[in-house]
């Protein structure tokens, strides 16, 4: 009989059935819409947390896990414009590029 090949024949996420063989078809999560609180992983929606969602920390730390932690020095990870420094987290200063530098 002149049957179909892929009668029967189940294939993993990602995988598509040709000629009765199972073949990639490229980005398994392509098309797949997952909940709220889900994400595409290999073709399956996996739950996963957010648990530093909406979770705003002082200067100086951040969320890990829901929790304000502190990341070192308040500045080590600031950029003030020229003439400004970094005081507790913060940028202040007068705006002129030779306060406190020899210039």
Do not use: A, D, E, M
């Not at 990341?71 to 950029?79: A, F, M, S």
Request: charged share 10%.
């Amino acid at each position: 009989g002149s049957g179909n090949p892929c009668q029967g024949v189940h294939c993993p996420p990602g995988y598509r059935c040709v000629l009765g063989k199972c073949v990639g078809i490229g980005n398994p999560c392509q098309g797949i819409k997952c909940p709220p609180g889900k994400r595409c992983i290999l073709g399956r929606c996996v739950g996963f947390v957010t648990l530093c969602k909406g979770v705003t920390c002082p200067p100086g730390k951040h969320c890990v896990k829901g929790l304000c932690i502190g990341i070192g020095h308040p500045c080590q990870r600031i950029r003030c414009p020229p003439g400004k420094h970094c005081v507790n987290g913060n940028c202040v200063g007068s705006g002129n590029p030779c306060q406190g530098v020899h210039c």
